[in-house]
């Protein structure tokens, strides 16, 4: 299961990068693709739209169940990925790469301490 | 049901070294899917797939009445059948409800197979045994049978490795006993896929040995290992109901739109009485197909609307590789049975969705 040791994370499994410039990139997690199994579907926030810090935002769907997307921090959606409208695939294939979800403008920066590191993340999803 | 109650299959170390996600039902760990859900349905629809599907209850009816009695059990006619022939039925409740959904095998004169649903056996045995009353000899063999599903264009191609090349002769619904691996195996041609395929019975201490020998045979077939979540994708496809879901004790076989096995020129049965009041005065809800015309996912108890008014309700759901769109089965009610388009409700927001009788999914040139 592959934690980047970079970026943060939530407890429902998403994790957020910070572009260093207020915004910060949003997924889900290896863990979390891995246990949806394959995605089939995909309810991303629009853009412009706003999401709050421990929200649902979005809903993942997959082959057997759905789940929501929480928005790890608040703030504005700046994009999505289009990619994934049409390969929804790309999540289980690349979660942290090709996989990412949309981009927010931070409203408030000092969320992000909330978060949790990869080591926090990495001993949660062990338990 | 806690995961200490749950019972490991036979072959629980071979779904494990394929690196099996479990799923405890029916009180046994059954593999969920091995790798992508996606690909274990492509092979089935393309090459063939193997499923463990040994939490099955297989219930034998032995004696001199034993046809006859368990006649009197289900709704379809198993006067008709013929040694080694097999036959999709329902048993009744008093009320009409379904009790289970099963496949009868006639094995000769005096001796049947009943497999049924593996989370109904011990209600089914219960049943059975009050309505047989002595009259033959009903014994739950579950323990003892191993199961396994072959399925798909490429399944005769495999079994014929493994049984020998007349196991192609065996019609669809038609079964015979073949030795594969030294075990004497009961090969039948049916399957809860919408393809081509076999379903084999084999004592439960032939487990391993049957089963290396399918999976090393298939392996320049692309043979995949393929578990109840592909199973239940492709069912559903295929237009094929699941107990629990799309009927249950309160549903009869004519709102199931299972009236095609409901003999009533047959002798008494269970249930004849209030289904053949209910086929006079007409079910007030019927089963109906639903494919979801938007993007998004149907999934079982989402609200079916005709305009404003909520006319009924999902029971199973979800996406169709197939078709590239969700599909659903659910109920309606009679009156609106006809309508081609309707919408359903996901998550508070409306969808337009095609109704439909006819299945979603139907291969070319096959029976089934």
């Known amino acids: 299961m592959k934690v980047p040791e970079e970026l943060l994370y939530t407890k429902d499994h998403e994790w957020a990068r910070n572009r260093d410039d207020g915004s910060v990139m949003v997924g889900i997690t290896d863990y979390a693709q891995d246990a949806l199994g394959d995605i089939t579907y995909l309810e991303l926030p629009e853009v412009g739209g706003q999401v709050t810090r421990g929200e649902a935002c979005g809903v993942i769907e997959s082959v057997k169940t759905f789940s929501d997307l929480y928005a790890p921090v608040s703030g504005t959606?700046?994009?999505?990925?289009?990619?994934?409208?049409?390969?929804?695939?790309?999540?289980?294939?690349?979660?942290?790469?090709?996989?990412?979800?949309?981009?927010?403008?931070?409203?408030?920066?000092?969320?992000?301490?909330?978060?949790?590191s990869a080591q926090d993340y990495q001993a949660l999803v062990a338990e | 049901m806690t995961e200490t109650a749950t019972q490991q299959l036979a072959l629980h170390q071979r779904h494990q070294a394929l690196d099996a996600r479990f799923v405890p039902f029916a009180g046994y760990q059954m593999p969920l899917r091995y790798g992508s859900i996606l690909d274990e349905h492509r092979a089935v629809r393309t090459g063939v797939g193997l499923f463990d599907v040994s939490h099955m209850g297989e219930v034998e009816f032995t004696g001199a009445k034993a046809g006859e009695v368990l006649n009197e059990l289900i709704t379809n006619d198993l006067s008709k059948l013929v040694d080694?022939?097999?036959?999709?039925?329902?048993?009744?409740?008093?009320?009409g409800g379904i009790i289970d959904d099963l496949i009868v095998y006639r094995l000769g004169d005096d001796h049947f197979l009943a497999c049924v649903n593996a989370a109904n056996r011990p209600k089914d045995a219960a049943h059975m045994q009050q309505s047989v009353a002595g009259r033959c000899q009903v014994v739950d063999r579950s323990d003892q049978y191993v199961q396994l599903a072959i399925q798909g264009p490429s399944a005769v191609a495999l079994m014929e490795r493994i049984a020998g090349p007349s196991v192609s002769s065996i019609g669809y619904y038609h079964c015979r006993f073949g030795q594969i691996a030294g075990a004497r195996v009961l090969i039948s041609r049916t399957g809860y896929t919408g393809e081509d395929g076999f379903e084999l019975y084999y004592p439960v201490e032939a487990a391993e040995p049957v089963y290396d020998l399918v999976w090393e045979n298939g392996r320049d077939l692309d043979l995949r290992m393929c578990g109840l979540a592909a199973r239940d994708m492709l069912r559903l496809e295929a237009r094929m109901l699941l107990y629990g879901n799309d009927m249950d004790d309160r549903?009869?076989?004519?709102?199931?739109?299972?009236?095609?096995?409901?003999?009533?020129?047959?002798?008494?049965?269970?249930?004849?009485?209030?289904?053949?009041?209910?086929?006079?005065?007409?079910?007030?809800?019927?089963?109906?197909?639903?494919?979801?015309?938007?993007?998004?996912?149907?999934?079982?108890?989402?609200?079916?609307?005709?305009?404003?008014?909520?006319?009924?309700?999902?029971?199973?759901?979800?996406?169709?590789?197939?078709?590239?769109?969700?599909?659903?089965?659910?109920?309606?009610?009679?009156?609106?049975?006809?309508?081609?388009?309707?919408?359903?409700?996901?998550?508070?927001?409306?969808?337009?969705?095609?109704?439909?009788?006819?299945?979603?999914?139907?291969r070319s040139g096959g029976d089934s």
């Open chain 1, 77 to 116: 959606v700046v994009e999505v990925n289009e990619a994934l409208r049409q390969q929804e695939s790309l999540i289980n294939e690349s979660p942290y790469e090709e996989g990412w979800m949309f981009i927010v403008r931070m409203s408030d920066p000092s969320e992000l301490a909330d978060l949790l």
């Open chain 2, 84 to 95: 080694g022939q097999a036959l999709y039925t329902v048993m009744c409740n008093p009320e």
């Open chain 2, 251 to 362: 549903t009869t076989p004519l709102e199931a739109g299972l009236g095609w096995v409901v003999k009533f020129d047959k002798p008494a049965f269970i249930g004849r009485e209030a289904l053949l009041a209910q086929k006079e005065s007409g079910p007030l809800r019927r089963l109906r197909g639903f494919i979801l015309e938007t993007p998004g996912v149907l999934r079982p108890h989402y609200p079916v609307y005709l305009g404003d008014r909520q006319i009924g309700e999902t029971t199973s759901g979800g996406p169709s590789p197939t078709l590239g769109k969700s599909i659903a089965l659910g109920y309606v009610e009679s009156a609106c049975a006809k309508e081609k388009r309707v919408e359903i409700e996901i998550r508070s927001s409306r969808h337009l969705c095609t109704m439909t009788t006819q299945p979603f999914y139907k």
